[in-house]
């Protein structure tokens, strides 16, 4: 018997004998318009990264979930308020989010970084953003950084999702976009995104980076270990990295 496959089977013998103390199915809040994570196809069907994460996570857990497309603001209060049992979207965990709900541990890693047209600017700072339009998501950390640091200089504009907000900078309603890097990435690889570029280097002091984990209600131990043990699941099983790469050319964790 191989190391990996009694680290496994004690995992699930964890998933196994944990009580779920909330009903099924689980109510798992994703993003509602966030290419890559979680985006609605031609078929009218939820998919993206985020999408496939939080179905592995629940296939390993042995429950039903169901998924429920929420705007980025809206996941810290919808936990909260218990309109959903845990968040699989690009949340950062932040000392200010960890005062109002707990997370599990790390599913993948994030930066933030700016992107525009070519030549548009050179480095980022207060002088060459005086006087710009700045696109960011709403509620995000990505927003909070640039109301603390750029309000004076520049016109910050909030959209509720990643995708309105790309598409502000493609009708030139803004002159640069800021958010996290594997979102922006994959921006940049479609056909839309290809006349823009990335503007300074990835940032990841004063909360922009970091460990990216899955937030639920303060006092949900149970859900915790589950939520736990199927992280480490999916990542020694393989599960995580084919998921990974149908979405990134390298591995985000």
Same mark, same amino acid.
């Given at each position: 018997?191989?190391?990996?496959?009694?680290?496994?089977?004690?995992? %699930?013998?964890?998933?196994?004998?944990?009580?779920?103390?909330?009903?099924?199915?689980?109510?798992?809040?994703?993003?509602?318009?966030?290419?890559?994570?979680?985006?609605?196809?031609?078929?009218?069907?939820?998919?993206?990264?985020?999408?496939?994460?939080?179905?592995?996570?629940?296939? $390993?857990?042995?429950?039903?979930?169901?998924?429920?497309?929420?705007?980025?603001?809206?996941?810290?209060?919808?936990?909260?308020?218990?309109?959903?049992?845990?968040?699989?979207?690009?949340?950062?965990?932040?000392?200010?989010?960890?005062?109002?709900?707990?997370?599990?541990?790390?599913?993948?890693?994030?930066?933030?970084?700016?992107?525009?047209?070519?030549?548009?600017?050179?480095?980022?700072?207060?002088?060459?953003?005086?006087?710009?339009?700045?696109?960011?998501?709403?509620?995000?950390?990505?927003?909070?950084?640039?109301?603390?640091?750029?309000?004076? $200089?520049?016109?910050?504009?909030?959209?509720?999702?990643?995708?309105?907000?790309?598409?502000?900078?493609?009708?030139?309603? $803004?002159?640069?976009?800021?958010?996290?890097? $594997?979102?922006?990435?994959?921006?940049?690889?479609?056909?839309?995104?290809?006349?823009?570029?990335?503007?300074?280097?990835?940032?990841?002091?004063?909360?922009?980076?970091?460990?990216?984990?899955?937030?639920?209600?303060?006092?949900?131990?149970?859900?915790?270990?589950?939520?736990?043990? %199927?992280?480490?699941?999916?990542?020694?099983?393989?599960?995580?990295?084919?998921?990974?790469?149908?979405?990134?050319?390298?591995?985000?964790?």
């Amino acid at each position: 018997m191989t190391a990996l496959f009694r680290m496994v089977s004690a995992l %699930a013998a964890i998933l196994a004998s944990s009580v779920l103390l909330a009903a099924e199915p689980l109510l798992v809040a994703v993003n509602n318009n966030d290419r890559p994570f979680s985006m609605t196809n031609e078929r009218g069907e939820q998919v993206g990264f985020s999408v496939d994460m939080a179905r592995a996570i629940c296939k $390993v857990m042995g429950s039903e979930c169901r998924l429920v497309p929420t705007n980025f603001a809206d996941f810290i209060p919808g936990l909260i308020e218990k309109r959903f049992d845990f968040v699989v979207a690009n949340v950062l965990r932040t000392t200010e989010r960890e005062k109002l709900v707990d997370f599990s541990n790390r599913i993948w890693r994030s930066s933030s970084i700016f992107v525009g047209k070519p030549g548009n600017i050179g480095q980022i700072s207060k002088e060459s953003l005086k006087g710009k339009l700045l696109g960011v998501q709403t509620g995000s950390a990505q927003e909070k950084y640039l109301r603390e640091n750029y309000t004076a $200089v520049a016109t910050i504009l909030t959209f509720p999702s990643n995708i309105e907000r790309n598409n502000a900078l493609t009708s030139g309603k $803004v002159d640069l976009i800021f958010g996290s890097t $594997v979102s922006q990435y994959a921006f940049l690889t479609t056909k839309e995104g290809s006349f823009f570029e990335f503007v300074g280097g990835p940032i990841d002091g004063q909360g922009l980076g970091g460990d990216v984990a899955i937030p639920f209600a303060k006092g949900r131990d149970d859900l915790r270990t589950r939520l736990n043990a %199927a992280i480490e699941i999916i990542l020694k099983d393989g599960t995580f990295a084919r998921i990974n790469n149908n979405y990134f050319t390298a591995s985000v964790f």
